[in-house]
């Protein structure tokens, strides 16, 4: 027969053992959370490129991380200034509920209360490709900007000269599934498309992206003359083509010199790229997620500019 009062330690012991194991488990998941909500937003989303204000040389402002005003865009159907994203009260998205701010992300909308009250984020804000994110990434995203110092920084209010206008993105619209994340094209697809990179690489037409007919070929403008916030004689940029294409685009390049080029800014002829790609924030990218932007490009039909 066992000896009562051993048995009571015993019980005691392990009551104790479960409730540490209760409370170290959600704070496990919660550093998960956090460590990958960082990872995110610093690299993948690269979203200090614009939220992240810069010197003249283009280097972040220390104590300024994602306090907006990073980036100024000023064309004909808005003129808007990056917005801060810290966890600020007055001035950024502390008020902001959980789910606010994930509408903000996937959908482009502000809080029905606020100084801006109801008013769509500009188009710039690239909604229609974040709506892409898979639940635990939105998440962690909110975990991350919520862990940010509060940085008060007051932003000139937007200007809206015309309606606000998402072009839909098919990869985006038709969703991703965990599942799709241990296949190396359509992880590739995903990283891509939170990462907007097709946004950026495909040419617009009377101010509509041409999502559907020209992906990924390139010829984006981007000028000092409507953008303001990059390293000081920054001359502009035009995208490049991106598709499988083996003269205009990526088709003659090997997965390094895409690599290369992604993540240290230098083509495969050597010459140095140019802003507004954020290659720092790029570097910081896992080999296997290279791989499968890799992998995803590749995979893009071949078209000529």
């Known amino acids: 027969m066992q000896n009562p009062s051993r048995l009571r330690r015993i019980g005691g012991l392990l009551l104790a053992a479960l409730v540490l194991c209760g409370l170290s488990v959600p704070a ?18 690269a979203c200090g490129n614009c939220h992240t204000p810069k010197d003249a040389e283009g280097r972040p402002v220390a104590g300024k991380q994602l306090a907006g005003g990073g980036i100024a865009v000023d064309i004909p159907p808005f003129a808007v200034t990056s917005a801060n994203i810290t966890p600020d009260v007055e001035t950024g998205i502390g008020a902001w509920t959980d789910d606010e701010v994930k509408r903000a992300i996937i959908h482009g ?31 962690a995203i909110v975990v991350y900007l919520r862990s940010l110092p509060a940085v008060r920084n007051v932003l000139p209010a937007p200007v809206y000269r015309a309606p606000v206008r998402h072009e839909p993105f098919a990869e985006a619209d038709r969703g991703f599934t965990e599942r799709d994340m241990q296949d190396p094209v359509r992880r590739g697809a995903y990283l891509a498309t939170i990462a907007h990179c097709l946004e950026c690489h495909t040419p617009m037409h009377k101010g509509v992206l041409q999502l559907d007919t020209a992906l990924g070929v390139g010829g984006r403008r981007f000028l000092p003359a409507f953008i303001k916030g990059l390293p000081e004689g920054w001359k502009g940029a035009v995208s490049r083509n991106i598709t499988a294409h083996p003269e205009q685009g990526l ?55």
């Open 28 to 45: 496990r998941a919660q550093d998960s959370l956090l460590e990958r909500g960082r990872y995110l937003v610093t690299t993948v989303m």
């Open 109 to 139: 909308e502000r809080p029905d209360r606020g100084a801006q009250a109801g008013k769509p984020l500009a188009a710039i804000m690239a909604a229609n490709f974040f709506k892409a994110l898979l639940p635990r990434d939105l998440d």
């Open 251 to 305: 088709g003659g390049w090997s997965d390094a010199q895409i690599k290369r080029a992604i993540t240290q800014a230098v083509g495969h002829d050597g010459r140095k790229l140019q802003p507004p790609m954020d290659y720092a924030s790029y570097a910081g990218l896992r080999d296997e997620d290279l791989d499968a932007i890799v992998a995803y490009l590749r995979s893009l039909p071949a078209q000529p500019r």
